[in-house]
């Protein structure tokens, strides 16, 4: 058994052979002290980002100053074309389109101003409506669409009996006169043809669903003699 242990402890059995010298000895008997050694703390929470590629290695050696990317260059700043300043009403994050003109809208005189009708109690649009809707004949007994020429059409320019076209279409215009918000400006057109006068006031109305319940007949050139 002690030669089994001696070959798989050759080191202790030679030192236990070997006599011990004076300084084995001293070194024998004298306690030693433990050393500690006491790590910083802070050498373990370094969050300094390592440097990528690392120092050193193979791909940091390979980029070359001359492969890297430039830096980008500044452009040079275009030049505006100077115009006319623009309004300061309107913002530069504007979406309305620019004005077309510089000057102030001209002022109608007070000859030219369109004045405020007050009509009668039952004759607002929606008893014009009501009235159309009614039945009631609105064409003075004409029965049937007619061709009407200029001569004819001048005939039926009197108040109870006036006749206008529009857009080639002749209307009895009788019925509407109190319902009409102008007043006797309507009259302006009784018995010829009132299409320039009508785009040039309120060309936004349509005229043929207002007085569809008034057509007459349609206008035509005056027959050749």
Known sequence: MSSYLRSWLPTLSLQRSRPATDEEEESSTTPTNPSFSIQNPDDDNDDTPPAFPAIGSAQRISL????????????APRHR?????????????????????????TQLSKSKKREKVVL???HSPLDWAALKSSGADLRSGVTSLTRIP??????????DDAWAAFNGKVYNITPYLDF????????????????????LTHAWVNVDFMLDACLVGFLVAEPSS
């Open 64 to 75: 070359a100053p001359s492969t890297l990317m430039p830096p980008p260059s500044i452009p």
């Open 81 to 105: 074309v100077p115009g006319p300043p623009a309004p300061s009403s309107l913002s530069s994050s504007s979406l309305m389109p620019p004005p077309s003109t510089t000057r102030p809208p």
């Open 120 to 122: 009668a109690p039952g």
């Open 150 to 159: 200029p001569s004819v059409l001048r005939l039926h320019n009197k108040r």
């Open 180 to 199: 009409h918000p102008g007043g006797e400006e309507l009259m302006r057109v009784a018995g010829r043809d009132g299409t320039k006068l009508f785009s």
